[in-house]
């Protein structure tokens, strides 16, 4: 008899306990994938937390490094925009313990004319021609004092977001600096991008309520002892 139960009748009809024994394998495969499938979909938003704390981490090595430097050297390109003018300027800049000495390359007309930084306050002197452009922020900002105003920020900036981001040659560590008692888009921003392997400050951004005023493209920036 329990030969016969296993025959297929006649018709070629399968019986139901056959068709029932048959889906079980399915039921298990769908339960042993169902974990699989779940861990999968978890995997981005974990990468996105790691790589947020490596930025985070890499942004406050650079803060103590920038607290630490007690020199540095630097070539800069600088955009200053006032609404209706737009100035640009290329110069290069030498940093000693609190003096910043700042040589204009460009433009030409002005080429020559050293500025320098000194004391807490950031007071600025010219050596020579005196290159007034006026203040970009009501304040104290303007072409000639962006770098030192950069440095701050890296220094004992509010840190308000930082991220790794791909460019189309290399990745930079971007951090954005703001008052935490305003608003996004009001008052004084500043963003920094780094070197992740270097350190190296490669360009700055100062905005006002909103609207970018200074810009600037930094190269051969070496920090000292």
């Not at 000693?96 to 390359?105: I, W």
Request: charged letters at 25%; hydrophobic letters at 35%.
């Amino acid at each position: 008899r329990h030969g016969q139960s296993r025959s297929p009748p006649a018709g070629g009809e399968i019986p139901l306990q056959l068709c029932s024994e048959r889906k079980n394998p399915v039921r298990k495969s769908k339960k042993f994938f169902a974990p699989m499938i779940l861990s999968l979909l978890l995997l981005p938003s974990c990468g996105g937390m790691e790589e947020q704390n490596q930025a985070e981490e890499l942004a406050l090595t650079i803060r103590g490094e920038y607290l630490a430097m007690d020199s540095l050297s630097a070539s800069m390109d600088v955009t200053a925009d006032y609404g209706a003018r737009v100035y640009d300027f290329a110069l290069t800049a030498a940093v000693s313990g609190e003096e910043t000495v700042l040589t204009l390359t460009e433009p030409e007309w002005a080429a020559g004319l050293t500025a320098r930084i000194t004391g807490e306050e950031g007071k600025l002197e010219y050596d020579s021609l005196i290159l007034e452009t006026g203040p970009l922020d009501g304040e104290d900002l303007s072409p000639m004092s962006a770098l030192p105003q950069l440095l701050e920020a890296a220094r004992s900036g509010y840190m308000a977001g930082c991220s790794l981001e791909e460019g189309e040659q290399r990745t930079l560590l971007q951090v954005r600096y703001a008052d935490p008692d305003q608003a996004p888009g009001e008052g004084r921003e500043t963003t920094l991008w780094f070197d992740p392997d270097t350190h190296a400050l490669v360009e700055g951004e100062i905005s006002v309520d909103g609207l970018r005023v200074i810009r600037c493209a930094i190269s051969e920036f070496t920090i000292g002892s």
